[in-house]
């Protein structure tokens, strides 16, 4: 599940081959992630560090348009969490939506670049919703008392998947669902323990997701055929890995991790085996280390 961000320390590689080495970009651009409450930029290597909203609001889950020219993002610009759209430069901030009671998070957008799926919740419930990209045509999604949260939809646009909390006595388990985007279809494609934090595939036949061992943060990344079934573990140990991103090109998987010293930062894992790790976020001093609390909900950008 997504985080806050706590305090930043020196760099210690434990147990994987995470280094300088600079990541697959042949036909990625960059990532997107959030530090310090605002919108950064950098290369898969970690050079090009780049702050795109330098705002005293929060601002929270960055995507990508398929043509890599934008961003949709949550902001709380106004005192309301709201959905906001900005050109991949950090110019023209633009609101989406800005209903008072509403708190809106973790957009999605369709392969067309048309509508945006994300979770507002309102009046103690939260459901996924699509609108188009103009603000209309709202439609609810879910119907469910209790969160639904994080949509990503298919690239061929036909499913979104998201996370539902269900309930069992005391306890509650979150599970991942995929439904129609007209709202029909529900159905769930894991059956525990905690998963979470699901994202396509380019090729759309593999969703990554964030799995966390039973009574346990620690999270690791998982990636399955998109009807659930081939479930495979490919990075994870004794610290919580979470909010995997696909590279365009399907070469890789961008996440966030507290590996190296207990605070979050962006890693980058190969799909392929062997498997290796690199670090693309640090701290400390220096043009190409982040003056913030570390790195989280990184967004890989399509080449424009």
Do not use: C
């Amino acid at each position: 599940m997504r985080r806050a961000l706590p305090l930043v320390a020196v760099l210690v590689v434990l147990g994987w081959a995470a280094g300088a080495a600079a990541g697959p970009d042949s036909k990625n651009g960059k990532i997107a992630f959030v530090s310090g409450g605002d919108i950064w930029l950098v290369n898969s290597d970690g050079s090009g560090l780049q702050n795109l909203t330098h705002s005293p609001a929060r601002e929270a889950y960055p995507t990508w348009s398929p043509e890599g020219t934008r961003i949709v993002y949550s902001s709380n610009r106004g005192a309301i969490r709201s959905l906001w759209i900005m050109n991949a430069n950090g110019g023209d901030p633009r609101r989406l939506t800005g209903l008072a009671r509403a708190v809106d998070t973790t957009p999605s957008l369709s392969p067309d670049g048309r509508r945006v799926a994300f979770a507002r919740r309102l009046r103690g419930n939260q459901e996924i919703y699509v609108m188009n990209l103009d603000g209309t045509g709202l439609r609810r999604l879910t119907r469910y008392a209790g969160v639904d949260f994080d949509p990503s939809w298919s690239p061929d646009g036909s499913q979104i998947v998201f996370w539902r909390s269900l309930r069992h006595g005391k306890t509650s388990v979150r599970e991942i669902f995929a439904v129609n985007p007209d709202g029909s279809g529900l159905r769930r494609l894991t059956w525990g323990p905690d998963s979470d934090s699901p994202a396509w595939a380019p090729d759309g036949k593999r969703i990554a997701f964030t799995r966390h061992a039973r009574g346990s943060s620690e999270g690791d990344i998982w990636v399955m055929r998109a009807d659930g079934s081939g479930q495979q573990r490919i990075a994870g140990g004794a610290w919580d890995d979470d909010d995997p991103a696909w590279a365009p090109d399907g070469s890789a998987i961008a996440f966030a991790s507290d590996r190296a010293d207990g605070t979050p930062n962006i890693y980058l894992v190969t799909v392929r085996a062997p498997r290796k790790v690199s670090r693309v976020t640090k701290p400390g001093p220096g043009a190409a280390a982040l003056p913030h609390a570390g790195a989280i909900s990184p967004a890989w950008q399509p080449v424009p």
